[in-house]
Structures are given as structure tokens and as C-alpha cells.
């Protein structure tokens, strides 16, 4: 069945991607444009970034096949929206653009500067997050027409692309948060140290806390627990132990 073959050769395609050790994100986008292009028998085929804040694309990437048949000298690699020909209506229209003669005349053409590669098919996607377009895949040159099955296999391949991409970025932002609270956290003058439940035993300390108490090593600190450093009772007489905790979990809850 050649739908249930797509399907194993997208889902193969996806795994290939997220296998790839990719130095930064654009080898990483150029290796999926890569994968969707073979994915869609296409020759040739690019990447945009797209700004809907701005209306404006920035080139991610052409494929290889695209220098090899273009003499272009000074490619451009930012387009405003309202400047684009039809290869922009992806955007416009907010769907899939679709053209199997790239030839036949089109209201959205604006003709193409001299040296580009020559064009005899054409299908752009848009890709989207939360409902906006943040990039636009293209493809071009496939010896046979472009169906509704290109487009729906290259849109379900470039969806879980630019979702390995956002977490990506979701992890390398904590990684950032995370360290900038730790540069706070060991250069603070106030002693601040981190506590684990059930037992809420200490975890970690800064050295203005070593120095508070007097430790000389955080590993001799973290032995004890907030209980252990106060006093049996409090003055209003009432558990130390039992204080400490009650203090601590409100302290969580709120």
C-alpha cells in the first residue's frame, strides 16, 4: 500500500532527523531539508524563517541542488512578505500552494531575477506554532505532480522538525535560567541553601551560609538538617522539629 510505504518512509525520515548530530540549528534544518526532499521526490528546495510581527522571511537554507543550477551572484537572504511573488502566497493564503506548471501563468508571479533555477513544478507548506506562521517550506522539480499526499506527508515531517526545535530552545533557555540562578545563588552575601522532601534535608548551600555556620565544607553542612541546627524548643516553647517542618511545607504550599 503506497500510503502505508509514505508513512514508514516520513516516520523514518523523522527518526533520521532527531538522530542527527547537528552543530547548530541550521545544519540541523539543512539535514531535514535534506530528508523532505527526498521525502518528496523534489530535486531542489528551501527553508525560510518567517516574522508575521515583522511580515518578513530570512533564508535558513537552499539545498545543494539549488547553487549547482542557479547563477546568481548575490542571492538575497531577507524577503518583506508584500515583495514576494507567488512563492509568498503560502503566506498569504495561510495553506499549502501547490503549482504542477510552473509555467502556466499565475496572478501572484513577479517573474524571477536572471540566473535563478529553473522551476517546472513547485509546493510550499506553511509551518506553523500557536497558530502562527513561524517558517514556510519549498520543494520543487518532482517528475511526477505534486498530490495531497506531499503535502500532507512534508507537513507532518516538518511539524515534528520545528517541534524538536522548540524543545530545543524551551531546554537551552533553562539551561540559561538555571545557570544565571546559580551565579546568583553561590555569589549572594545572604546565606541561601536548597532542601529536599520528605525529609527536608539540605541539598546545597552557598559560602556565605558556610560561613554563617561556621562549616568549612558544604559536604559537613549538608549532613545535618534545619532541625538539627536549632535549638530543642522554641522560645514560646513549642517543638523545634515539629516548627521547622510546619514553617517549611507553608513555606512550599504558598
Known amino acids: 500500500d503506497e500510503a502505508l ?9 523523522l527518526v533520521s532527523i532527531m538522530q542527527h548530530r547537528a552543530v547548530n540549528e541550521q545544519e540541523f534544518l539543512d539535514y531535514a531539508l535534506g530528508e523532505a526532499i527526498k521525502l518528496s521526490s523534489s530535486e531542489i528546495g528551501y527553508i525560510y524563517h518567517y516574522s508575521e510581527e515583522m511580515r518578513e ?8 541542488g539549488v547553487m549547482e543550477i542557479c547563477s546568481i551572484t548575490e542571492p538575497r537572504s531577507v524577503y518583506q512578505l508584500e515583495k514576494t511573488g507567488v512563492w509568498g502566497e503560502v503566506v498569504r493564503r495561510r495553506q499549502p500552494v501547490v503549482l504542477n506548471d510552473f509555467a502556466a501563468a499565475h496572478p501572484a508571479k513577479k517573474g524571477f531575477p536572471e540566473g535563478h533555477a529553473p522551476l517546472k513544478s513547485f509546493l510550499s507548506i506553511p509551518i506553523l506554532s500557536d497558530a502562527k506562521i513561524i517558517a514556510v517550506l519549498g520543494v520543487a522539480n518532482k517528475k511526477t505532480d505534486y498530490t495531497d499526499t506531499d503535502v500532507l506527508q512534508l507537513t507532518l515531517l516538518m511539524d515534528g522538525v520545528f517541534r524538536e526545535l522548540e524543545r530545543v530552545h524551551a531546554e537551552e533557555a533553562r539551561r540559561e535560567s538555571d545557570e544565571r540562578h546559580r551565579i546568583i545563588f553561590e555569589m549572594s552575601h545572604d546565606a541561601l541553601m536548597t532542601l529536599s522532601p520528605p525529609d527536608w534535608c539540605f541539598t546545597s548551600c552557598n559560602r556565605a551560609t558556610l560561613d554563617v555556620f561556621r562549616f568549612k565544607d558544604e559536604a559537613d553542612f549538608l549532613a545535618l538538617t534545619p532541625m538539627l541546627l536549632s535549638p530543642p524548643t522554641q522560645p514560646d516553647g513549642s517543638d523545634s522539629f515539629v516548627k521547622a517542618r510546619h514553617h517549611i511545607e507553608q513555606a512550599v504550599r504558598e
Not at 522571511?57 to 545543494?64: D, E, I, R, V
Open 5 to 13: 510505504t509514505l508513512n514508514e518512509t516520513r516516520l523514518r525520515s
Open 57 to 64: 522571511f530570512t533564508l535558513n537554507t537552499w539545498s545543494q
